[in-house]
């Protein structure tokens, strides 16, 4: 789960970003938001007036987990990497990913790199 705070004082927006390594469905977001919102305004943390928006990251989200990679074998992905001093970019399908790397196909190639090299992956959609 990712959350953000945003704007200041009668303004603020919580967002929650929550996933499975299913999917997420309305209702279970719903349930989410209905457990969440008594704990947050009995708190007090956040005042008396702000909004609460709970949902799935989306795509176009930069993936923060290894596991995330699971659900998205298949997909088109962008890739932001170091290769050595220089920061590279690819783009191509996520065909398989292990423990410590990903493999990637793309128009031109194929091509594995390690978790450690890889500073922003990012689902696309297929137009």
């Known amino acids: 789960m990712d959350i ?3 704007g200041e004082g009668r ?3 919580l967002e929650l970003f ?3 390594d299913t ?3 309305i209702s279970q977001c719903a349930e989410i938001s209905r457990e969440v919102l008594p704990v947050i305004e009995t708190s007090g943390i956040l005042g008396e007036s702000f909004r609460l928006d709970v949902s799935s990251p989306g795509v ?3 993936l923060k987990d290894r596991r995330q990679y699971r659900s998205n074998v298949g997909r088109l992905m962008s890739v932001k990497y170091r ?3 220089e920061t590279k970019e690819a783009e191509g399908d996520l065909v398989e990913f292990t423990e410590d790397r990903i493999f990637l196909k793309t128009k ?3 091509m594995e790199l390690g978790f450690d090299s890889i500073l922003e992956a990012r689902v696309k959609i297929r137009w």
Do not use: F, K, N, W
Request: aromatic share 0%; with cysteine; proline share 5%.
């Open 4 to 6: 953000v705070l945003r």
């Open 11 to 13: 303004r603020q927006l």
């Open 18 to 20: 929550c996933e499975t």
């Open 23 to 25: 999917g997420i469905t």
């Open 60 to 62: 176009g989200t930069p």
């Open 83 to 85: 290769d050595g001093e």
């Open 108 to 110: 031109t190639a194929s």
